[in-house]
Nanobody, 119 residues
């Protein structure tokens, strides 16, 4: 199974981007959660949002609530992150990840897509 993240780019503060993460290959087990994380140089990777793959229940990190919207299309094995009202603090490499059913952590990661927000 591979995750392909796309949609990153450079925008000005206040702008929007839509990230996508497509799953390719046959999953070895069912997906419990998918999530977005982000990382800037010198900092640890931080959680952004997650979605229950079967339930559609979504959880957001506080700083992105009201600005970011996560969704998924199970038929396309793809999840999305609509990012609005971007600010320079959102600049990071964004990673998508899978947590399999029966596992306690995110184990499969995409390659990341860079989001740069200029002031």
């Amino acid at each position: 199974v591979q995750l392909q993240a796309s949609g990153g780019g450079r925008v000005q503060a206040g702008g929007s981007l839509r990230l996508a993460c497509e799953i390719s290959g046959r999953p070895p087990r069912s997906i419990l959660f998918m999530a977005w994380f982000r990382q800037t140089p010198g900092k640890e990777r931080e959680f952004v949002s997650s979605i229950g793959w079967a339930t559609g229940n979504i959880f957001y990190e506080n700083s992105v609530k009201g600005r970011f919207t996560m969704s998924r299309d199970t038929a396309k094995n793809t999840m999305y992150l609509e990012m609005n009202s971007l600010n320079p603090e959102d600049t990071a490499v964004y990673y998508c990840a899978i947590r399999w059913t029966g596992r306690s952590s995110y184990e499969r990661w995409g390659q990341g897509t860079l989001v740069t927000v200029s002031s």
